[in-house]
């Protein structure tokens, strides 16, 4: 018998009877011995035992905390409890089966240690997602690792001995990182002086009423601050601190940022929700890559954009900005959030790096200053002031009426819900790799042009055209849904957030919409927020064969559409001055001359 056998069903002795007893038990000792002592060296393996460093240094001078590096573990003694506790799970679970696969205890070999833990991958954004605010991408920067002392309720006279008894004697001279988050300190606390091994340190929401003086001496070597919710209504003190590389000074009282061009090494910076009405630093930031100033009260982001030639991400959402001018002197600008000001319209110099770009909640009226931003993958520009066919400037059938306009080769996400578009004519020739599309609650009546305009995206893998004229006999809006939410799993599921019954012929009209969109755009994954489904698919298949007669339909009215502007034209002011001339009803056309019947009729 096999050692799981004997611990599960016991041994048959030669008269039939089972035994349970000391033998069962004794093997069970021993599997459990051998699966404690792996668990132990699995810690003393991982661990790397005590007074390790709680941080580590990573090759852009940013903190990388303990549990997050390769070289130590989730069973690290400063790693949260419940990664330990999952390892040791995983662990317990592989050497028990293991030992059940075994045909004797005493036969097992000791088992090889777990391989190290895997690096965790970066999360992949929503190509259509406006940008999260910078402060998520600085936390990892800023926010500490144990040990914490996070809302104990210190005061500064009990800091310094909750940090004895918590951590030991030697802590203050010892500890890389400290969390004092959320406690009720006035001031800097007495003990930090004599911490002068700590690079990060967490005071955040505690009521300090000033930073006060000496940074110099108290933290040389401190490289991450976090003051968010402090109150602190000025940053000089820091200007001592000349290894600082992230800081969080957001949700506080801060009235000028001119502090920054005095640490040399400053890479990310949050000020988020302050009240910064000018931000001119003055000198060059040249090591800025990163900065968050939204809830603020800025109204020009020109003197920032000169100042930090290196800047890779801005948000700036939720400020009075009415322009991007001086764009063009941050020539590594990449990711830039001005949602929520008042902007116009999009001209600025120009940027040739500039790759995502969310404007939304502004006053925007025209593209076309898109010209200037040839880079572009990622385009936000949801519940401006855009109306009719904001982006026909880039259809490239109309050269002679427009000025021509390279297209955009490298958008792939557009976001125009919440406007007024009318039309989306020049979307295909001028964003021929447009993979995301989102035109919900525009003003979008012609489902016949929509279809034929969006025929020619052949990489679109969503779309929404939800709460338009064209599609509202197909939708009903559910309670508190959003437009840019996760997608609904199903049809099914839709209709029942909405809670309303369709009738049959919207039912039928939607059924044979979403297949035809389907049947023509083969990566569609996403249709209207809705995941497009497998049975979905296989009806788009069986409808091929009526769908082939819509196909040559369409093409010939593509073939009509793509005479010049002035023959189409000429042509409506012969039938207008006909109609005139005309004394008597005209009599009804038959045969080819019939007008050809919308293919999408509700009825």
Known sequence: HSASSRLMFGDEDKDGH???????????????????????????VDGHGDGHDDESDGDDGSVTSDWEDRSLGANHPDAPSSLRKAASRNTASHLLSMAYSRPHPDELSPPPPPSPPRMRPSPVPSPVAPLRRVRQATGAAVRTAPPTLVDAGLTNESVRSAIEESFGPEALAVLSSLSLA????????????????VRTLDISRNPLVALGTGWDSVLPTLQSLNLAGTGVASLEPLSQCPLLTALDASSNSLTSAAVLAQLPRLRTCNLADNALARLEPGATLGTLVELDVSGNALTSLEALFRAAPAL?????????????????????????????????????????????????????GSLEELRQLPALAQLVVARNALKGAPLA???????????????????????????????????????????????????????????????????????????????????TRPNGESTTGVPFESLEAYDKAAGVSMGDAAYMGRLYYRSYVIHTHHSLAVLDGIAITPVEMRLAVSLEDKFSVLFSVRKAGQEATARTLDVVRAEEREAELGALASDSEPAERTGAEQAPRPVFEAD
């Open 18 to 44: 089972t035994s349970n007893g000391s033998e069962a038990s004794d093997e069970a000792s021993e599997i459990a011995r051998l699966v404690e002592d792996a668990l132990q060296a699995n810690v003393e």
């Open 182 to 197: 959320g406690n009720a300190m006035t001031t800097m606390p007495e003990p930090l002086p004599v911490l002068g091994a």
């Open 312 to 364: 890779r991400v801005l948000c700036a959402s939720g400020n009075h900005v009415a322009s991007l001018t001086g764009l063009e002197a941050a020539p590594s600008l990449a990711h830039l959030d001005v949602s929520a000001n008042h902007l116009t319209s999009l001209a600025s110099g120009g940027s040739l790096s500039l790759a995502v770009l969310n404007a939304a909640d502004n006053r925007i």
């Open 393 to 475: 400037f880039m259809d490239s059938t109309l050269v002679g009426t427009f000025e021509r306009s390279e297209p955009l080769v490298k958008l792939v996400a557009l976001a125009l819900d919440g406007n007024s578009v009318a039309s989306l004519q020049g979307i295909a020739s001028g964003a021929p790799h447009l993979a995301h599309l989102s035109a919900a609650d525009n003003a979008l009546a012609s489902l016949d042009e929509i279809l034929d305009e969006i025929s020619k995206l052949a990489q679109l893998a969503r779309i929404d055209l939800r709460y338009n004229p064209a599609t509202e006999a197909f939708y």
